[in-house]
């Protein structure tokens, strides 16, 4: 049987405004929670002399969810350098993991980014949408949330519960 959801944070500070978040949507603990900043997961290798890092054992236990949440701040107009190395990690599912790869078929993903603008590049979200269109999976969304003087903007609160009650 399938667990529901999982939170997968991405960012350097494993108790930053992501974690912020994810605490936020998850006060009723629905989801279990992942930290790739706890993890050590070494960038793509064509030669995949990386095998003996996290990023394996770490989608053994992902593919148990049906449903994927992403968190990444915003850095450089972009997703977190945490969260490019995940998913340039799964060419391995394309590669060498195969029959893991395929298990990803019919999961679904989401996608929440954090930073002090209110203003987000509306392409931010397209490596997440096409990546999981390629895979098989289903899409469901992004929403940006805005934090300010370390908190979440009332507004954000408000995007966050109707992006997590979509899910």
Sequence with gaps: MLKNRAIIQASSRSEGNSRMIAKHINSNDKYDFFDLNKKEILHFDYDFNNRNDDFFPLIQELIAYDRWILISPVYWYTMSGRMKVFFDRLSDLLKIYKDTGRKLRGKSIALISCSEDEDLNEAFEIPVKLSAEYLGMTYLGHVHAVIRNGQLTD????????????Q
């Design 155 to 166: 507004a954000s609160k408000i995007d966050l519960k109707k992006f997590i009650e979509q």
